[in-house]
Structure formats: structure tokens, C-alpha cells
């Protein structure tokens, strides 16, 4: 766009030009203006000829404030009766008043005694099903943990807790035990990745795994010691076996017997 001339006496909708404001660091045009409701600003030539602004704002409000809230009994076609239904823990007694999208607000009574006002729409799509007693219920009896699952104290505590039973039920596991491991498994017992491709993955060798958890007092030892990725331990994780599918409890307990039959040493006569 070329050079915008003079547009002061000129009417862009709504506004009336005054004066041009002089130019700023960018070199636009800025005029001062007045709408017919009474308020000045300053606008860009480029707003008022483009008409990007025709008011200041006025326009819209009065098209909000055309139906203003409404007392009383309510009608028209649009209306939905809420009296005397029960959402959640409220029951509607009546409406209260319309806000400028004529949208209904309703008197509702809460189990608890309380008494509240909510948005017709909040009360069919189950945005709110109380007068606030349920969140503050939740908040305080809803965490029946210690609620600091996530957080980095629990991690250190979770893994003191971990190292001080690997210590006491993983004491028979030796490094010689785990080289046999790992000569007779080089890859994923269950999916078959081997550890070279871990390695490349993860950045780490294959885990070394209990076939009965840790938690319940098994340690590593032969018969209960396997080789997984690290995706699969993670599927597995502290579960017992009963509560595994039928293949993979299978599977596990094959490699573990396994592991045991060729290398446990043998009881001499």
C-alpha cells in the first residue's frame, strides 16, 4: 500500500478522524480518532482505510447487553424445564436468572444441605454434580497413600527399600552365575532382542530378572533367573505369575528350569 493522505474530517463506520499523530520509530501513520459513543483512541491509517476498525468496542457490547437478564418465569421454545431434577447430588428447586446468552441459571439444593447456583448446561453435561462437598471430599480423604508417589523422595526411599532386599535374597547370586546367564540367553527370553540391539536402544546391557518377584522374598538364583529387555521387564514388573498370560508365565518358567538344569552344580554322592 502506498502512502495514506490525509484522512483528518473523514468517517471510517463508526469513527470520526481528528488529527494525525506523528509518526513512530516504523514510520506508521497513527490518527487520532472519536467514535459516536464519545471515546477517543489512536488507530493506524492502514486499520481505518482497510476498515479492520469501523468502533470501539460499543457495537458488540450492546449487541450482549440487547436481551439484558431476565426475572421471573421463563419461556419460549428453547426453554428446558430443570425443576425437580436430581443431577449428581443436586436437586433443581427453580430458576434464578438469565445472563446475556439467555442461558438459564437454576437454584439447586445439594445432599449436603447446601444450597447453590449453577448454569443449566453445567447441570446436563455433569460439569458440576455438587455444591462443592465432592472436590472438597476428594481432597481430603481421596489420596489414601502418602501421596508422594512421583515425587523424588519416594524414588530414593522406593530404591534404599529395593537395594536393602536385593542385598539380603540376592546374596547366592555371583558373577559367575551371571556369565552362564547371559552365555546361555543373549537375547530377550520373551521378545527376542538382542543385546546388541538393546544396547543400541537403551544404552544398557539386557536385565538380568526375577521369574518370581523380589517383593516376595525370591532372590536370583538358579531357577528363578532370567534374561529380559527392557521393555518386557518393565511389562513384567513385579508381577507375580499367576497374574501373567498363559504363554509368558510359560515361557519364563521354561528359561528358568533351563538355566537351572545345566548349570546348578550337582549334589556329589
Known amino acids: 500500500m502506498g502512502k495514506i493522505h490525509n484522512l483528518q474530517g473523514k468517517r471510517f463506520g463508526k469513527w470520526l478522524v481528528l488529527e494525525e499523530i506523528p509518526s513512530d520509530m516504523y514510520e506508521n501513520t497513527k490518527w487520532k480518532v472519536r467514535c459516536d459513543c464519545g471515546k477517543e483512541t489512536t488507530i493506524t491509517g492502514r486499520s481505518l ?40 447430588k443436586l436437586t433443581v428447586i427453580r430458576p434464578t436468572r438469565q445472563n446475556a446468552k439467555k442461558e438459564w441459571y437454576w437454584e439447586c439444593k445439594c445432599s449436603c444441605g447446601e444450597t447453590t447456583e449453577v448454569r443449566g448446561s453445567h447441570l446436563r453435561s455433569g460439569t458440576t454434580v455438587s455444591c462443592g462437598c465432592v472436590l472438597a471430599d476428594y481432597r481430603e480423604n481421596g489420596h489414601k497413600t502418602h501421596g508422594l508417589t512421583y515425587t523424588p523422595e519416594y524414588t530414593r526411599a522406593r530404591n534404599r527399600k529395593r537395594r536393602r532386599k536385593m542385598s539380603e535374597f540376592d546374596a547366592r547370586w555371583t558373577g559367575v552365575m551371571e556369565h552362564q546367564l547371559r552365555t546361555l540367553f543373549q537375547q530377550c527370553v520373551l521378545c527376542g532382542m538382542t543385546e546388541k540391539e538393546h544396547q543400541e536402544k537403551f544404552g544398557q546391557s539386557l536385565h538380568v530378572d526375577h521369574v518370581h518377584p523380589l517383593k516376595d522374598g525370591s532372590g536370583l538364583y538358579y531357577g528363578n533367573a532370567t534374561v529380559l529387555c527392557a521393555t518386557c521387564n518393565s511389562k513384567k514388573h513385579a508381577k507375580k505369575l499367576e497374574d ?23 549334589e556329589s554322592l
Open 244 to 266: 501373567l498370560d498363559e504363554w509368558t508365565r510359560n515361557r519364563l518358567l521354561l528359561t528358568a528350569d533351563l538355566f537351572k538344569v545345566l548349570f546348578e552344580p550337582k
Open 49 to 88: 482505510v482497510y476498515l479492520k476498525s469501523t468502533h470501539c468496542g460499543c457495537e458488540r457490547t450492546k449487541k450482549l447487553t440487547k436481551h439484558p437478564p431476565q426475572q421471573g418465569i421463563p419461556g419460549g421454545k428453547n426453554f428446558k424445564d430443570e425443576t425437580g431434577k436430581v443431577y449428581g
